[in-house]
C-alpha cells in the first residue's frame, strides 16, 4: 500500500502538487494521467525518494522493493556487456553475495565456538534462501529472454551497452527492471522506446505480473489493456477513478457537466440574491433583511471547476490535389548501408491512392528507411520508386520538434516552408486550419508545447497541400487529447498516408492496410490492425516468457476474482435504479430552471421596452417565476446532493479489493 497523506510540491513558485491525498492499494494496477507538466513524474520521484515533498507524508511499507526504469544508463554501466548490465537487476544481491561470502570463509578459518557457529549458520541459511527466493541464479537466462523478446538480435547481447543508441538502452533498461520482479512496478512510458511488436509484448508480460504496477503512460492501448483504476493529475490536484481508462473518459466526462451545471445554478442563484441586496440596502425599513442577505451570501461555496483536459488545439488538413488512382510504387528495391549486409531486399510494395498503410515490426528492420526511399531522402541500391500521377509528397521526420527554429515566430516559420517567390495570400488560412489565429502566430517556437509544434510542423506540410502524407512517429511528445485529435484528422484526410508509430491504439484507429516487416519479409495485409492480428500465424508472435503464468496465479485467485465481481454486480445492480432516477431526475429540474431563466428574460424585456403594458400583471407574473426558480433550484440541490451519494457509493463499489 502506497499512501500519500497531504502533499505538496512546488517548482520556482508554481505549485505542482497542493495538499494531494490519495492511497494506491497493493496488487492494484494504476494509470496515472494528465497534461504534460502536471505532475506525474513528480509523484514517482516522490514515491522512490528522489523528489522531497515540500508538505505532507508518504507511506510504503519497509519490505516492499520499488522498481523504476530510469530515463538514462548511468555513465558507469556503459561500457558493461548489453547481458551483464541487464541481468544486474537486483542491487541488493551484491551486498547479500558479499556478506555470504565472509561467513563462508569465517567459517573456513575455523576457532569458531558453538554459539557463534550456530548463528553464522543461520546466517548463512537465510542468505542463501533469500538470494534463491530473489532469482539470483537465472536473472541471466530472463535477461537474455526479456532483450530478445523486447526486439535485441541474441548475437549483441555481449556489445557493450554504449554501442547502442539512446532508445535501445532504454528498452536494456526496461528489461533490466522487469525481470527484477519488484512488489511495485512504476514504468514512465515505457512503450516511448518500443515498436508495435514489443508493445504489444510488454502488455502480455505486464498482465502477468504479480505486484503493483503504475503506469505513465499517454498509451492508449497500454492504458486500456492494463490498468484498473486512473488517478488524473491536473491542476495541482490528483483526482481517483474506480475503473480503468474507459470508465475513466466517460466518469471525467459526467463529473464535468454536472459541476458546469452546479456552477451555473450558483451563479443565478447569486446574481438573484445580488440584485435583492442592491434594492433592500437603499431602503432603511430594509436594511436588516438586506444584512441578512448578504450574510447568506459570503456562505455560498464556489463551485471550481477542473482544468478541462480537451485538446484546444485544431488540426484540420486543408483539401488534398486531385491525384491518380495510384500514389506509388516500390519495385524490386534493396537497400543497405553496405552492400554486403542489406536491410531490404528485393521489395515490391504497391500504395493506391487512398490507403492508410501503417508499417510495423521491431525496430532495426527498416521501417523508416522505407519511408524515406518512398519520399527520396534515401536511394536505393537496387529497384526504384515511382511515385503516382500528380502525386504531392508531404514528408514528417521522426525528429519534427528538432527541425524548428526556436526562435522564429510560428508565422515565420511556416512562411519559411512556402516555395521560393510563392505567394503568402492563403498562408493565414492554413495557419487557422491548424489552430493559429492573431496574436498566436506571433508565438515563438522555443515556448510552444510538444502538440503545438506538431500542428507547425503539419501547417508547414500545407502551406503546398500534400496529398501522400508520409509520417514518422507523428505522435510522439503529444499527449493523449492531442492523439485523438490528430488521429482522427487523418482518418478524413482523402489523401493517402504511410506512417510509422509505436502506439498500436492510433494504429488501430488509422490504418486500413498493414505492411508488416520481420526479418527478410515485408508482407501486406490487406485489413486493419485486427486484421492483420487475426492473420498472422501466433506462432510468429513473441512469447511472455519471465512472467508468472495464468496456472502459476492458482485457481484460489480465479476464484476469490470471481467472487468479487459478482459481489460488484450485486451491489451495483441494487443502486442502478435509484441512481438513474436521480439522474433523470437533476437532468429534468434543470431543464426546467433553463426554461424558466428564459421566461424571466423575456418579462424583464417587457417590463424594461417602454411600451405601453400591463405593468402590474407583468410585474406579478415575474414574481411567480423568480419564486418558482427559488424553489425549483432548492429541489435541483437536494438532488445533486442524493446524486452526488449515489456515484460515491458506485465507486467504493468499484474500488473494492
Not at 522512490?48 to 530515463?71: E, S
Not at 450574510?295 to 455560498?300: E, I, T, V
Not at 506538431?454 to 508547414?460: E, H, T
Not at 426558480?629 to 437536494?638: H, Q, R, Y
Request: proline residues 4%; neutral net charge; contains cysteine.
Amino acid at each position: 500500500m502506497i499512501d500519500f497523506q497531504n502533499i505538496s510540491k512546488s517548482y520556482g513558485g508554481r505549485d505542482i502538487l497542493k495538499e494531494v491525498s490519495f492511497r494506491v492499494n497493493s496488487g492494484e494496477r494504476v494509470g496515472i494521467v494528465g497534461p504534460n507538466g502536471a505532475g506525474k513524474s513528480t509523484i514517482f520521484g516522490i514515491i522512490t525518494g528522489t523528489v522531497r515533498p515540500d508538505a505532507g507524508v508518504v507511506a510504503i511499507p519497509r519490505d516492499h522493493r520499488v522498481g523504476i526504469m530510469r530515463q538514462k544508463v548511468d555513465a558507469a554501466d556503459l561500457p558493461r556487456t548489453l547481458l551483464d548490465f541487464t541481468a544486474d537487476a537486483i542491487p541488493e544481491l551484491h551486498e547479500y553475495t558479499r556478506e555470504l561470502h565472509e561467513i563462508e570463509a569465517k567459517m573456513d578459518q575455523g576457532g569458531l565456538d558453538d554459539a557463534e557457529l550456530s548463528r553464522l549458520l543461520r546466517r548463512h541459511g537465510y542468505l542463501q534462501s533469500t538470494i534463491e527466493h530473489l532469482g539470483a541464479y537465472h536473472l541471466e537466462q530472463e535477461a537474455s529472454e526479456t532483450l530478445g523478446n523486447l526486439g535485441f538480435d541474441p548475437k549483441s547481447l555481449d556489445r557493450p551497452v554504449k554501442e547502442f543508441s539512446g532508445g535501445w538502452q532504454m528498452r536494456a533498461a526496461l528489461a533490466r527492471v522487469l525481470i527484477s520482479h519488484p512488489d511495485v512496478l512504476l514504468l514512465d512510458e515505457p512503450s516511448n522506446y518500443l515498436d508495435v511488436p514489443a508493445v504489444e509484448w510488454l502488455c502480455r508480460y505486464l498482465n502477468n505480473f504479480p505486484g503493483t504496477l503504475i503506469l505513465i503512460s499517454h498509451d492508449r492501448f497500454l492504458l486500456r489493456k492494463l490498468v484498473r483504476v486512473i488517478l488524473e493529475v491536473n491542476s495541482g490536484a490528483v483526482t481517483r477513478y474506480a475503473g480503468g481508462y474507459d470508465y475513466y473518459c466517460r466518469e471525467r466526462e459526467s463529473r464535468q457537466k454536472l459541476l458546469e451545471s452546479a456552477k451555473r445554478n450558483l451563479d443565478r442563484k447569486r446574481e438573484q440574491m445580488e440584485r435583492v441586496i442592491d434594492r433592500f440596502r437603499a431602503k432603511s425599513t430594509k436594511a436588516a433583511q438586506a444584512k441578512s442577505w448578504m450574510k447568506k451570501l459570503d456562505k455560498l461555496e464556489e463551485v471550481e471547476l477542473p482544468d478541462k483536459l480537451n485538446y484546444n488545439g485544431v488540426i484540420r488538413f486543408p483539401d488534398p490535389p486531385d491525384g491518380g488512382i495510384e500514389a506509388a510504387r516500390i519495385e524490386n528495391i534493396s537497400f543497405g548501408y553496405t552492400p554486403d549486409n542489406l536491410l531490404l531486399k528485393d521489395v515490391s510494395l504497391d500504395i493506391a491512392a487512398g490507403d492508410k498503410i501503417a508499417f510495423i515490426g521491431y525496430n532495426g528492420l527498416g521501417k523508416t528507411t522505407l519511408l524515406k526511399l518512398l519520399v527520396g531522402k534515401l536511394k536505393p541500391l537496387a529497384g526504384r520508386v515511382v511515385l503516382g500521377h500528380h502525386s504531392v509528397p508531404g514528408y514528417q521526420a521522426q525528429e519534427f520538434t528538432e527541425l524548428l527554429n526556436d526562435d522564429l515566430t510560428v508565422y515565420d516559420a511556416v512562411r519559411g516552408a512556402l516555395p521560393p517567390a510563392a505567394s503568402t495570400a492563403n498562408l493565414m488560412n492554413v495557419l487557422g486550419s491548424f489552430g493559429f489565429s492573431g496574436d498566436e502566430t506571433e508565438k515563438r517556437c522555443g515556448v510552444l508545447s510538444g502538440g503545438e509544434r506538431i500542428r507547425v510542423q503539419f501547417a508547414r506540410l500545407f502551406v503546398n497541400p500534400p496529398n501522400f502524407l508520409i509520417l514518422d512517429e507523428p505522435t510522439t511528445h503529444l499527449d493523449l487529447a492531442a492523439r485523438e485529435l490528430l488521429q482522427e484528422a487523418l482518418v478524413q484526410f482523402p489523401g493517402t498516408v504511410c506512417f510509422v508509430s509505436h502506439d498500436i491504439e492510433f494504429v488501430r484507429r488509422v490504418a486500413t492496410t498493414i505492411v508488416a516487416l520481420t526479418p527478410g519479409k515485408v508482407t501486406k495485409y490487406f485489413g486493419n490492425y485486427d486484421y492483420y492480428l487475426e492473420k498472422s500465424s501466433s506462432a510468429d508472435q513473441p512469447s511472455i516468457k519471465g512472467g508468472a503464468s495464468p496456472a502459476a496465479s492458482g485457481a484460489a485467485t480465479e476464484l476469490t476474482a470471481k467472487e468479487r465481481r459478482q459481489q460488484r454486480a450485486h451491489a451495483r445492480q441494487e443502486i442502478s435504479g435509484a441512481f438513474k432516477k436521480a439522474k433523470e431526475c437533476v437532468a429534468a429540474l434543470e431543464k426546467k430552471l433553463d426554461k424558466l431563466s428564459d421566461e424571466k428574460k423575456v418579462l424583464v424585456a417587457k417590463l424594461s421596452s417602454g411600451m405601453k403594458l400591463d405593468f402590474a400583471a407583468l410585474k406579478k407574473e415575474l414574481a411567480k417565476v423568480e419564486n418558482d426558480i427559488t424553489a425549483t433550484e432548492n429541489e435541483w440541490e437536494s438532488a445533486a446532493t442524493e446524486l452526488e451519494a449515489l456515484r460515491q457509493e458506485n465507486d467504493r463499489i468499484n474500488s473494492r479489493e
